[in-house]
Antibody, heavy 119, light 107 residues
Framework: EVQLLESGGGLVQPGGSLRLSCAAS????????LSWVRQAPGKGLEWVSA????????YYADSVKGQFTISRDNSKNTLFLQMDTLRVEDTAVYFC????????????WGQGTMVTVSS | EIVLTQSPGTLSLSPGERATLSCRAS??????LAWYQQKPGQAPRLLIS???NRATGIPARFSGSGSGTDFTLTISSLEPEDFAVYYC?????????FGQGTRLEIK
C-alpha cells in the first residue's frame, strides 16, 4: 500500500524550531517529487514547499522562505521539513504529499501532523 | 502569484442532485488545474488532475472541465459521501496556489 506518515509535530514556543519527518512506503521514493502543504485550524490549504526527486531543486512559498528548509533522504525513504524561528501564524496541520510530474498535482497525502506555536 | 477564486462558497444540495463547482484563475493556468475533496479530520484526496483527468479510483460521477482561467468540477448525481469541502489548485506558475474552497452541504 502506498503510504506517507508524518511525525515530529507538537507544541513549540514562538521563536523555536521543529523538524517534521514524512516516512514513505509502497512506492519507489526516489522517483517522485514531494511537497509539504499546511492547513491552519478552520482554514484552507496552503502550499509550503516542494523538492525534486534528487533533492537538487527546492521551492518555497514566500511566507516561509528563509525560515523553513525542505530536504529528503532517498536511502531512508524520508522527507523532512526543518522549521526555524516559528511564529504563531505557523500553527497548522502539516501534510506531506507526493507530487505528479511537473508538480502539477498531489496524488498521495499523509494524515498530517499538528504544529502548535504558542507561549 | 496566481489567485484562484472558487464559487460558490457554500453549495446546499440534496443527494441525487447535480453539483457544479467553479474555479477561476487570475491568469491562465493552461490545464495545470487539480481538484481535491477534503472531509473533516482527513487529508485531502485528489479527484482530478490536468483539469479533466480523473485520479485512480475516483468514481465516474466526478468530472472536470475547462482551460485557461475558468474551470468546473461537476458531480453528476450526489451521493451522501460527497458532502465535503472541495479545493482547486494550480501549478502553472510558482508558487503553487489553492482556491479558498467550496463547502458542499446537505440541503
Amino acid at each position: 500500500e502506498v503510504q506517507l506518515l508524518e511525525s515530529g509535530g507538537g507544541l513549540v514556543q514562538p521563536g523555536g524550531s521543529l523538524r517534521l519527518s514524512c516516512a514513505a512506503s509502497g512506492f519507489t521514493f526516489s522517483n517522485f517529487g514531494l511537497s509539504w502543504v499546511r492547513q491552519a485550524p478552520g482554514k484552507g490549504l496552503e502550499w509550503v514547499s516542494a523538492i525534486s526527486t534528487s533533492g537538487a531543486n527546492t521551492y518555497y512559498a514566500d511566507s516561509v522562505k528563509g525560515q523553513f528548509t525542505i530536504s529528503r533522504d532517498n536511502s531512508k525513504n524520508t522527507l523532512f521539513l526543518q522549521m526555524d524561528t516559528l511564529r504563531v501564524e505557523d500553527t497548522a496541520v502539516y501534510f506531506c504529499a507526493r507530487v505528479l510530474s511537473s508538480y502539477r498535482a498531489f496524488d498521495i497525502w499523509g494524515q498530517g501532523t499538528m504544529v502548535t506555536v504558542s507561549s | 502569484e496566481i489567485v484562484l477564486t472558487q464559487s460558490p462558497g457554500t453549495l446546499s444540495l440534496s443527494p441525487g442532485e447535480r453539483a457544479t463547482l467553479s474555479c477561476r484563475a487570475s491568469q491562465s493556468v493552461n490545464s495545470y488545474l487539480a481538484w481535491y475533496q477534503q472531509k473533516p479530520g482527513q487529508a485531502p484526496r485528489l479527484l482530478i488532475s490536468d483539469a479533466s483527468n480523473r485520479a485512480t479510483g475516483i468514481p465516474a460521477r466526478f468530472s472536470g472541465s475547462g482551460s485557461g482561467t475558468d474551470f468546473t468540477l461537476t458531480i453528476s448525481s450526489l451521493e451522501p459521501e460527497d458532502f465535503a469541502v472541495y479545493y482547486c489548485q494550480q501549478r502553472n506558475n510558482w508558487p503553487i496556489t489553492f482556491g479558498q474552497g467550496t463547502r458542499l452541504e446537505i440541503k
